[in-house]
């Protein structure tokens, strides 16, 4: 697609994600305005117990004012590799080491104005160990479901985080269902 | 969760989302921030064809600097319907009249910092007419996929949206696949 970038602004450097707005000029020689929401990206998990149990964390969203179920997940250090990145944030949310651990797919959440991707792992042989919740997170909880139960739980749009949903749908396809 | 606002800055209102940043209260009484892109949200349309081929939109996506494929998806305008949203967008982007229409879930995209839920639908009895594409979408072209071919995409990592994903596997369980 041909587009000229003739404007480029920077109008917030955040913690978690930067806006910028960009002036383009299309073929035609008109102009438009493209608003991005940098993000720089992360990893998420999907804790397969022993007993083919799923381990979820149930927390508070600040931006919905709501609690929801979601597989463990964390933004990217600078220069983390995805699946440390994962590994890391599945200990912090549930305490879990990951015996083995390997990648489903990346997605990108709303790439309309984001530049979000999720690199999406699947964890098994699981070792219990402490969570390490920062402050901000302390509401969150685990919770154990099913395969078939969280298949249910979208179906009945109580898991609606769009991360998880995708997880189980991959965890679906290697089951082979 | 107990979290006070102390204070609350819009940073940029946008066209499609809003910059936010709050400082909140713990409970301990320490500080920390909270960074909202403000979305107002959008619909998005499973479009099933007689022969059950599922219509995408092939488009470049500024954030990214790539082109996805995806399903037909806009925001909502003001006061505007999910539903007829769905129908809007189907309409101008791929020229599709929806005979019928049915709501399969809502989801958020990205929760941690965005406010964005998206109503997915699905869209049968599709009556032929005339794309009103805008400008920023000129790139925009329409593929054909069966479920089946679809479902391969997402594994082989080249469907990556996740409003996409999540819309298929919709389609799957309604299949009873």
């Known amino acids: 697609m041909s587009l000229k970038v003739i404007d480029h602004k920077v109008i917030y450097r955040g913690r978690v994600f930067n806006t910028i707005v960009d002036e383009v000029e299309y073929e ?9 929401a940098e993000h ?13 149990r799923i381990a979820f964390v149930y927390q508070y969203r ?12 964390g ?4 220069g983390e590799p995805p699946e440390e990145c994962a ?6 949310e549930t305490g879990y080491d990951a015996g083995r651990i390997e990648k489903l797919t990346a997605i990108y959440t709303t790439p ?6 999720l690199h999406i792992f699947i964890a098994r042989d699981l070792k219990d160990g402490k969570q390490q919740l920062e402050e901000g997170e302390l509401g969150l909880s ?13 179906r009945r ?9 995708v997880g189980l749908f991959f965890l679906e396809k290697l089951q082979g269902a």
Do not use: H, Q, W
Not at 28 to 36: A, L
Not at 62 to 73: D, F, I, S, V
Not at 142 to 154: G, I, N, R, T
Not at 157 to 165: C, H, P, S
């Open 157 to 165: 749009n109580e898991i609606v985080d769009a991360k998880t949903i």
């Open 40 to 52: 720089f990206g992360g990893a998420v998990v999907l804790p397969v117990l022993n007993d083919g």
């Open 142 to 154: 685990l919770k154990y479901f099913s395969p078939a139960e969280a298949f249910d739980m979208v």
């Open 112 to 117: 309309g104005f984001c530049t979000e991707k």
């Open 28 to 36: 035609s020689g008109n102009k438009g305005v493209r608003e991005v």
């Open 87 to 92: 590994r890391r944030e599945l200990k912090e």
């Open 75 to 78: 933004k990217l250090e600078p």
């Open 62 to 73: 600040y931006p919905l004012k709501e609690y929801l179920y979601e597989l463990p997940a």
